[in-house]
């Protein structure tokens, strides 16, 4: 089996969407087998648990491994037909069976958790130019609350151009003004520094300590 390259880019296997489309666990790996084009191949894919996908293509005729869909200079006529019907199962797989994992740290898990749990609100990916970018709003105002993005830690004025993903969080200009300190709590990127403050989602803040100033963000969108 050859594997599929950057097919799943930031994306997450859902198992019980995986078992309902009809994959099989075997050996720590699931399996699903497809008939294409009217039984002339069979497809076979297998997914693990890394999100790594291998497919093969059977011709059921000789019930050798066919390969000349995936050579790209040979896509043309019968050929380019078999790729098309090869393509739309793994699109259907994608959609059907991945959810979106744009975040990738624990920490900012444990955060989108924590805000699911207990207001029952979503992310929200407003800018199709910002992908890595999700805004949080409480459904009485709609107003936002928390905005979470990934950016370089140099935008915040440390030195290292490592990605680091931060949340943005409403609050008093009073405890704004308390907070801040440039090591821990920074002013907010990219909106009112007055009113907001940036925290990184690196294990720096404290779980609890965050979840506080979400709580007072969500309340404070209430008003503004």
């Known amino acids: 089996m050859r594997e599929v390259k950057d097919f799943i880019k930031d994306k997450k296997i859902d198992l019980k969407r995986l078992k309902k489309f009809g994959f099989k666990l075997k050996d720590n790996s699931y399996y699903y087998n497809i008939s294409l084009l009217k039984n002339q191949f069979k497809m076979c894919v297998k997914i693990n648990l890394d999100n790594s996908i291998f497919t093969e293509l059977i011709d059921t005729e000789t019930n050798e491994t066919y ?14 037909k078999v ?100 090591k821990r709590y920074f002013p907010a990127y990219h909106m009112n520094k007055k009113h907001w403050c940036t925290i990184c989602l690196d294990g720096t803040v404290e ?9 007072m963000s969500y309340e404070l969108a209430r008003w503004y």
């Open 67 to 80: 390969v000349l869909h995936l050579l790209e200079e040979r896509r043309n006529g019968y050929i380019e």
């Open 83 to 182: 790729y098309k019907a090869y393509s739309e199962v793994l699109d259907k797989i994608k959609k059907e069976c991945f959810e979106d994992e744009i975040f990738k740290t624990n920490y900012t898990k444990e955060v989108v958790d924590y805000i699911k749990n207990k207001y029952g609100d979503e992310l929200e990916f407003l800018w199709e130019k910002s992908p890595k970018t999700a805004v949080v709003r409480r459904k009485s105002s709609k107003k936002w609350y928390a905005v979470i993005l990934t950016l370089s830690k140099r935008k915040l004025n440390l030195d290292s151009d490592e990605a680091v993903e931060i949340i943005n969080l409403h609050n008093s200009p009073k405890e704004i003004e308390k907070l801040i300190d440039n």
């Open 207 to 215: 779980l609890e300590k965050i979840y506080k100033l979400i709580d």
